[in-house]
């Protein structure tokens, strides 16, 4: 791992973070999802340009990327609340749900395999890429179900597993129940600190001590990356904000889409390429 302390190599990965974080949080602004579809594959790639160990990999990139969710979801909130799109009466309903459910996730990091985490973030993003992308909105009711318990504890669940926000699996589940994008994506923005904060927790006590870790590690965090991302996703995640109040909706869809399926299919390639 000599690579790890080259000036060169490191003076570029610390502009790449930086410049991932400026994406990510206008991403998390735009499409409410915590940045963390295009964190958890950078990170996967640069980790292994310094020479992680390959098990290691994934746990680090998820549980990084969680880590960098808490101030961008903060600033997107904040964002989206003033200009009225969050549903502040899901959110307090589904909020112990959501944090339950990414407990446990960050917590199944224990006992799960890299690959596993890999397999799981690729095959929900690519399903759900492809639901947004399609022509017409599927929607399956005018009302939320019963079951909501269920619906945000597995929301916190797979996006703790896939070190996301919320948006990922919030906003096409609310649209499939007639909820406008807009409120979908300001909402999404809120729970991604909820799922965010459990599942860093989980990974910092399933990784403490583990072996091979970069330096600064805290648990499977590395403080390093997580700081040089924030540090530039927390004042993007606003321009994000305005951009989503303005954009069309299908636009808005379309875009998402995008990234899930560009994403999904790196990450499925790395497992079964």
């Known amino acids: 791992m000599d690579t790890l302390y080259s000036p060169q190599l490191l003076g570029l990965l610390s502009i790449g973070l930086l410049c991932t974080g400026a994406i990510a949080g206008v991403l998390a602004g735009l499409l409410g999802v915590g940045g963390g579809i295009v964190i958890v594959p950078v990170l996967f790639l640069l980790f292994h340009a310094i020479n992680i160990p390959e098990h290691l990999v994934m746990y680090l990139a998820v549980a990084t990327s969680l880590a960098t969710i808490i101030p961008t979801s903060i600033a997107s909130a904040r964002a989206h609340h003033k ?3 969050i549903d502040v009466a899901l959110l307090r309903s589904w909020a112990p749900w959501i944090v339950l459910g990414a407990a446990v996730g960050g917590l199944l990091s224990k006992v ?16 759900v890429s ?3 992308a399609l022509p017409r909105k599927i929607i399956l009711s005018d009302h939320l179900p019963s079951g909501q318990p269920v619906i945000a504890g597995g929301i916190g669940l797979f996006s ?5 926000g919320g948006g990922t699996l919030t906003v ?3 649209t499939a129940v007639s909820f406008p994008i807009h409120r979908a994506v300001g909402t999404a923005a809120a729970f991604g600190l909820l799922i965010a904060v459990p599942a860093v927790v989980g990974f910092v006590w399933s990784g403490w001590g583990v072996a091979g870790r970069p330096p600064f590690s805290l648990g499977y965090v590395s403080i390093p990356a997580a700081v040089l991302i924030f540090s530039t996703s927390t004042f993007t995640a606003p321009i994000g904000a305005r951009i989503a109040a303005s954009l069309d909706p299908a636009r808005l869809r379309i875009a998402f889409a995008v990234f899930l ?5 790196k990450m499925l390639w790395s497992v079964l390429g």
Request: charged share 5%.
């Open 83 to 85: 200009r009225g799109t």
């Open 112 to 127: 799960l395999d890299s690959s596993s985490l890999t397999l799981i973030f690729g095959c929900i993003a690519l399903a």
């Open 130 to 132: 492809i639901n947004m």
């Open 160 to 164: 703790a597993l896939m070190g996301i």
């Open 172 to 174: 096409p589940v609310l």
């Open 261 to 265: 399926f560009l994403s999904s299919v």
